[in-house]
């Protein structure tokens, strides 16, 4: 478990970094202390989680890049448990390694330093390519093939990854069915709108059975209402096929509504400033979830995070 801030809302009364809830024993001086804390109820669902499988383990994962002048870092000792079945959003301001991040994880970069640790097996340099089928891809923009209808972009990636021929025409049609395009399987992309595309592009990264999938901004260039819509549909989703997800976004509704775990990361180079457990239970989780308590008092804990971390950032370049 990563160091994450210990936060306050009020000033005084210290709050546990995982659900927020106040640790009447201790007091705090500043909000920008590195401790970890954790309430009781934490410390209780946490030893339940530890019994769960660990499917990736991130440890001290760094980037950076060459430049004429000097080395850019853009992400700085990230480590997390992935845990099976998780729905895990990370959030952070643009330009903080979010999207880094997941190329690292999902094996299209390479880190500079750190180990990525899938299925028991620790990897020093990245994730070799033997193991990519272990993940599925979405991506801001759905990338389908114009040429190819729905049910044939679903095809290419069985044909890419070279999964077995005998159930091929069975699985389409399950992952189809699943975002709600079982009928759509011969129509080609321009003639399906934004949000449709979109969900072939999730069934597309899901044909394969992929242990996880990696999911970047992929509501991103819909206008709101069909963001809103794909959203309910992607926890729908979730529910149904109980995979391992792990999302970036820069919309904190949007991750509050979906994540099991919330990372939120720093400005460049990006750290996890704070780790945020979303305690509210998926039946809640409906059309009128922004005004469920919890809801509110999370999204004003995150965004306060966020906030400081900007200042943090503000007060370093001023120095």
Same mark, same amino acid.
């Given at each position: 478990?990563?160091?994450?801030?210990?936060?306050?809302?009020?000033?005084?009364?210290?709050?546990?970094?995982?659900?927020?809830?106040?640790?009447?024993?201790?007091?705090?001086?500043?909000?920008?202390?590195?401790?970890?804390?954790?309430?009781?109820?934490?410390?209780?669902?946490?030893?339940?989680?530890?019994?769960?499988?660990?499917?990736?383990?991130?440890?001290?994962?760094?980037?950076?890049?060459?430049?004429?002048?000097?080395?850019?870092?853009?992400?700085?000792?990230?480590?997390?448990?992935?845990?099976?079945?998780?729905?895990?959003?990370?959030?952070?301001?643009?330009?903080?390694?979010?999207?880094?991040? =997941?190329?690292? /994880? &999902?094996?299209? @970069?390479?880190?500079?330093?750190?180990?990525? *640790? $899938?299925? !028991?097996?620790?990897?020093? %340099?990245?994730?070799?390519?033997?193991?990519?089928?272990?993940?599925?891809?979405?991506?801001?923009?759905?990338?389908?093939?114009?040429?190819?209808?729905?049910e044939k972009n679903l095809r290419l990636?069985?044909?890419?990854?070279?999964?077995?021929?005998?159930?091929?025409?069975?699985?389409?049609?399950?992952? =189809?069915?699943? /975002? &709600?395009?079982? @009928?759509?399987?011969?129509?080609?992309?321009? *003639? $399906?709108? !934004?949000?449709?595309?979109? %969900?072939?592009?999730?069934?597309?990264?899901?044909?394969?059975?992929?242990?996880?999938?990696?999911?970047?901004?992929?509501?991103?260039?819909?206008?709101?209402?069909?963001?809103?819509?794909?959203?309910?549909?992607?926890?729908?989703?979730?529910?149904?096929?109980?995979?391992?997800?792990?999302?970036?976004?820069?919309?904190?509704?949007?991750?509050l509504l979906l994540a099991n775990r919330?990372?939120?990361?720093?400005?460049?180079?990006?750290?996890?400033?704070?780790?945020?457990?979303?305690?509210?239970?998926?039946?809640?989780?409906?059309?009128?979830?922004?005004?469920?308590?919890?809801?509110?008092?999370?999204?004003?804990?995150?965004?306060?995070?966020?906030?400081?971390?900007h200042a943090a950032e503000a007060r370093?370049?001023?120095?």
């Amino acid at each position: 478990m990563s160091s994450s801030l210990w936060i306050t809302t009020d000033g005084q009364t210290p709050r546990c970094v995982r659900c927020t809830n106040a640790i009447p024993t201790r007091s705090s001086t500043t909000l920008r202390l590195q401790w970890t804390e954790y309430c009781e109820l934490s410390k209780r669902r946490m030893e339940v989680q530890s019994l769960s499988k660990v499917i990736m383990r991130v440890n001290a994962l760094s980037k950076s890049f060459s430049q004429k002048a000097a080395e850019l870092r853009v992400l700085n000792q990230i480590s997390m448990d992935i845990h099976e079945s998780e729905f895990i959003c990370v959030i952070g301001p643009s330009g903080c390694g979010k999207s880094t991040f =997941l190329k690292c /994880v &999902g094996g299209i @970069q390479p880190p500079t330093t750190g180990t990525i *640790e $899938l299925d !028991g097996v620790t990897h020093e %340099r990245g994730i070799p390519s033997h193991v990519l089928g272990k993940f599925g891809f979405v991506f801001q923009s759905n990338n389908l093939l114009p040429w190819r209808t729905a049910e044939k972009n679903l095809r290419l990636m069985l044909e890419v990854l070279k999964v077995k021929e005998f159930d091929w025409d069975q699985r389409i049609d399950e992952m =189809l069915q699943i /975002v &709600g395009l079982a @009928q759509y399987k011969d129509v080609y992309p321009h *003639e $399906l709108s !934004g949000g449709m595309r979109q %969900r072939v592009g999730i069934a597309r990264a899901l044909v394969h059975n992929p242990e996880i999938l990696l999911m970047d901004q992929p509501f991103g260039a819909l206008d709101a209402i069909t963001r809103k819509m794909l959203s309910y549909e992607m926890l729908s989703i979730w529910k149904q096929t109980k995979k391992t997800i792990i999302m970036v976004t820069n919309n904190v509704e949007e991750a509050l509504l979906l994540a099991n775990r919330i990372f939120i990361f720093s400005p460049l180079p990006g750290e996890i400033i704070s780790e945020i457990e979303v305690d509210i239970p998926l039946e809640e989780r409906g059309q009128d979830i922004a005004g469920h308590k919890r809801y509110i008092e999370l999204r004003t804990l995150i965004n306060q995070v966020i906030r400081q971390g900007h200042a943090a950032e503000a007060r370093r370049q001023a120095t």
